[in-house]
């Protein structure tokens, strides 16, 4: 199994959509979770870390569920400039720091 | 703002040529990492460094090496480069930290296109 597993996607959907998307992680011991978002041809930057109670900025809304080992991200009111890949990033337990990025969802959203 | 440099934005070298990418924070962060990007395969970590002369594999490292003589710069070697290692080299930088989300963000830099011919 995959340290962290994403739906490559694309999902298309319409302006004013409301999506979601989940990323399931292997390791119960990780503490940390991140979205990451990576524009075509850019570098990845952080959206927003995902809390234990779940956490809510603008129209994005992050969700943690360790019983079954996921994460969730939730955009409301789609705008075009949302189209972009989202990386689920978890930490990997002991050692230094590193974290594991999974292989990013697509998103493009239609006008 | 964090700022990590990367010396090439587009890079061509020949197979059999031992290529260096350079790396450069302005942050003061004791770690820096250096990944690939390649489709379907996502970022995976090649090395990682959390001090002055200190690394550690990551997931990929054959066929590489790193070099960290200062803290704000890190080097990454292509021993004698082959065109499976044509790819999108990013690297990265944080501050340390032990479990607290913010110290764990990651700050790339524009990445490097590598081409092996």
């Known amino acids: 199994r995959k340290e962290v597993e994403q739906d490559p996607g694309p999902f298309n959907v319409p302006e004013g959509a409301t999506v979601a998307f989940n990323c399931t992680y292997s390791n119960s011991a990780s503490q940390s979770f991140f979205w990451y978002r990576q524009d075509c041809r850019k570098e990845p930057k952080l959206l927003m870390s995902?809390?234990?109670s779940g956490n809510e900025d603008g129209r994005f809304t992050a969700q943690l569920n360790r019983a079954s080992q996921y994460i969730s991200l939730l955009i409301r009111d789609s705008k075009l400039s949302d189209s972009a890949t989202y990386l689920c990033?978890?930490?990997?337990?002991?050692?230094?720091?590193?974290?594991?990025f999974g292989i990013g969802t697509k998103l493009q959203v239609i006008p | 703002d964090v700022k990590v440099t990367q010396s090439s934005r587009y890079l061509v070298k020949r197979t059999g040529e031992k290529v260096f990418l350079e790396c450069v924070q302005d942050?003061?962060?004791?770690?820096m990492f250096w990944y690939r990007q390649d489709p379907g395969l996502g970022l995976r970590l090649i090395y990682f460094?959390?001090?002055?002369?200190?690394?550690e594999k990551g997931d990929i490292p054959e066929g590489y090496s790193v070099s960290r003589e200062k803290k704000e710069r890190f080097s990454l070697i292509l021993e004698s480069a082959s065109t499976n290692q044509t790819s999108m080299y990013l690297c990265?930088?944080?501050?340390?930290?032990?479990?607290?989300?913010?110290?764990?963000?990651?700050?790339f830099g524009d990445g490097t296109r590598l081409s092996i011919l």
């Open positions: 995902v809390y234990s």
């Open positions: 460094s959390y001090d002055v002369k200190m690394k």
């Open positions: 990033v978890v930490n990997k337990p002991g050692g230094y720091q590193k974290v594991t």
């Open positions: 990265a930088s944080s501050l340390p930290g032990t479990g607290v989300s913010s110290a764990l963000t990651q700050h």
């Open positions: 942050m003061d962060h004791e770690n």
